[in-house]
């Protein structure tokens, strides 16, 4: 088996393994498939579930496409034109209770060969969490989970990629990051001292570290009290999500400009979402309070 053929097999399980449990954490949503395929080559398996006893929303995405480097996609990445492969899986719930946070993660690998007959190729990935309302006990949790699973294969890992995740998931219009971070990475190949094996094996390890660490917080959160006022609150937030992701994001980007699905991109969505002019927050209350922490920088551990 070439090794890609075995990282996208593991994609198709990882997928599975986190929808089963996710579904065994909610206890009444389904996830429904949605099986496709991409005209210049390849496909996926979109899973979305909605109206959940949890989750309000969400989806659970793989996709392994192929095919001929666009143009514009080789320029903006700096490689040559030639066959390329894109897999991975990617995640984002949205839940009903504005105390459980919304998740996201992406783990990928792309590799394309040029005419030339040289193979390039990278992993990319990370998992980020954005609270309704900031608590700093579900943050710690959240930030040691990704450290355990980082210092496994390099102590330098956690402490690089947080800070690229604060840099990377921040919405420069309004001088805020989306949530409280986590780890993001990109282009991770083989250097002097990672191989190819090494690297494979700590996406391995970022992929397994999600199931277990937010059925956690749909465990400890889903049953706290809320008020309309909340909700509201949710929704604003939900607003801001909805910025990053079509103003900002890379992914959405990528996937947009290599024609790939749109509902599959676009299912980061929520399910409702809420803009007020000018809102602010009244002082020292729990809203003024998490704005307050939505920055760059804060060592949550």
Known sequence: MKKSEEIIHWFKGLQDRICNSLEEADDKGKFQ??????????????RVIESGSVIEKGGVNFSAVHGNMPEKISKALNV?????????????????????????????????????????YWFGGGIDLTPHYIDEEDARYFHQQLKTACDQHDPAYYPKFKTWADDYFYLKHRKETRGIGGIFFDRLSTDDTHSFEDRWAFVQDVGDTFAPTYTHFMHKNKDLPFTEENKNWQFLRRGRYVEFNLV???????????????????MSLPPMANWVYNHQPEKDSPEALTLAKLRKGIDWI
């Open 248 to 266: 900002w994001d890379k992914g959405t980007k990528f996937g947009l400009d290599t024609n790939g699905r749109t509902e599959s991109i676009l």
């Open 33 to 46: 498939e949605d099986m496709w395929e991409r005209d210049g080559g390849g496909g996926g398996r979109t």
């Open 80 to 120: 040559p034109t030639g066959q390329f492969l894109a897999t991975g899986v990617s995640i984002v719930l949205h839940p009903y209770n504005p105390m459980v946070p919304i998740i996201h993660m992406n783990v990928r690998y792309f590799e394309v060969e040029g005419a030339n007959g040289k193979q390039t």
